[in-house]
């Protein structure tokens, strides 16, 4: 993926948050966009760009949100290595498969800045929450259903309603 | 010749000659009868034709009017959609400043552009910055109760702790008692007050203020409503809040001034102005 397109994608995930951020019903679907974003590069198996592009996109929500700027870098940096490394060894497809590999990465991001809080600012461990929780189910049965329509064939589809339409 | 002549003759006669049961002469009667089918297939057919024409001109001035009124609909639809984020919004607007008389020191009020809850860490984005005279510090505030602070500070933006965050504290007190204790988040959207002795009365249903001793919070605003007690390991009481502002619901907040320890919130009406 080339940078242009990474900035894009970082860009629109800060937007989506912003997006979803700003209304009231915001705890009815809290996706992790940022996240997303950093799979969508990692998936392609490229470790440099996947750890650049998980403090990037850490770092932008760390500015936005978090006490300290570096908790969201450290542990989107080394979720997108680990994602990488999952997209080197299998064939990560299928929405399923993304969906909850996602949401275990989302769990995954909450664990390691519940950590680094109670490293750097003693602030008590918390985890399992049920925004926590429901986060995680969010963000994977979103990254589900992006895949899912990634991988739809579009085209045939309209092609086939064409002629179908045409008979 | 002759033949013409009786024949006007009778023309003559006749066109003179009353119509049996009608009005008008048999000659007009017959004229007219005559006429009549011919009349009346040339009146249809132009009935027809300008019928057709009238009805392609309907069409047309119906398809352009169509055109018309649709864009009217999809303009009052944007207009529609606009006054009701208006009034929302106006509604939110109404509700802070009926809150704002009894808040000491509203600033402004905000929009909250955004809220993470990762980790026990528990933030906000506002949409008020030091050009709106936000400080480190400044405490926000909603018609129902404290929300939390300002930590840091931009231009027009500012990222506020909420109350709820792990490792937030507000010094407190127990309305009914009056004994001063330390509220504080639990990362999970509620709040404890500590510090509170074993020998206190304090029982579920009591409000909590802030204290205003801390130099950040002003006194007097509703922090939270206490839900349980319980007897601590040590010489303290555990005691549940339930936060009084509805921190899933925040969309707009009151930014204050920092408070020193003396600002007291008027009591009885409120008039102040913000």
């Known amino acids: ?157 309209w092609e086939k309603r064409r002629l179908r339409r045409l008979r | 010749m002759l033949l013409s002549v009786l024949v006007a003759c009778v023309l003559l006669l006749s066109a003179q000659a009353p119509a049996r049961n009608r009005s008008g002469s048999v000659l007009r009667s017959w004229i007219l009868s005559a006429v009549a089918p011919a009349a009346s297939a040339v009146s249809a057919v132009s009935r027809a034709a300008t019928g057709a024409v009238d009805s392609v001109g309907q069409t047309l001035r119906a398809a352009d009017e169509n055109a018309v009124l649709r864009e009217k609909l999809a303009a009052r639809d944007r207009e529609l959609f606009h006054l009701r984020a208006v009034a929302a919004q106006a509604e939110r607007d109404r509700l802070l400043a009926a809150a704002a008389p009894s808040m000491p020191n509203v600033l402004v009020s905000a929009p909250v552009l955004l809220i993470e809850r990762r980790a026990g860490l ?45 490792s937030a504290a507000v010094g407190a007190r127990i309305a009914r008692t009056g004994e001063l204790g330390v509220v504080r988040g639990d990362g999970r959207g509620g709040l404890r007050l500590n510090n509170v002795p074993i020998t206190s009365s304090v029982r579920a249903g009591d409000d909590i203020e802030s204290a205003g001793i801390d130099g950040i919070y002003p006194r007097g605003v509703p922090i939270g409503r206490v839900e349980s007690v319980a007897r601590g390991s040590n010489l303290f009481l555990e005691i549940r809040l339930h936060p009084a502002a509805d921190f899933s619901r925040l969309t707009d907040v009151l930014v204050l001034a920092p408070s020193p320890a003396s600002t007291e919130v008027p009591a009885g009406p409120r008039s102040a102005s913000p």
């Not at chain 1, 403090?55 to 870098?73: I, K, R």
Request: proline share 2%; net charge neutral; no cysteine.
């Open chain 1, 1 to 157: 993926m080339k940078l242009r397109r990474v900035v894009l994608l970082l860009a629109a995930a800060a937007a989506l948050s912003f997006l979803f951020g700003a209304s009231g019903h915001r705890d009815a679907w809290p996706v992790d966009w940022f996240l997303i974003a950093v799979a969508a590069v990692a998936r392609e198996g490229n470790f440099v760009k996947a750890v650049l592009t998980g403090a990037s996109a850490g770092l932008l929500e760390d500015a936005l949100t978090q006490p300290m700027l570096g908790f969201n870098a450290f542990a989107k940096s080394a979720i997108g290595y680990g994602l990488a490394l999952v997209a080197m060894r299998v064939v990560l497809g299928g929405a399923v498969a993304v969906g909850a590999a996602l949401a275990l990465a989302s769990l995954a991001n909450d664990a390691i800045v519940a950590v680094l809080a109670s490293l750097l600012m003693q602030a008590p461990i918390v985890l399992g929450t049920r925004e926590s929780l429901w986060r995680a189910a969010t963000t994977g049965i979103t990254a589900g259903m992006l895949e899912a329509a990634a991988k739809f064939p579009w085209r045939e589809w």
């Open chain 2, 122 to 166: 528990q933030s906000a984005l506002v949409g008020a910055g030091s050009r709106e005279g936000a400080v480190e510090g400044s405490p926000l505030a909603v018609a129902e109760g404290l929300v939390g602070r300002v930590v840091s500070v931009g231009i027009s933006i500012a990222r506020a702790q909420l109350l709820t965050d792990a």
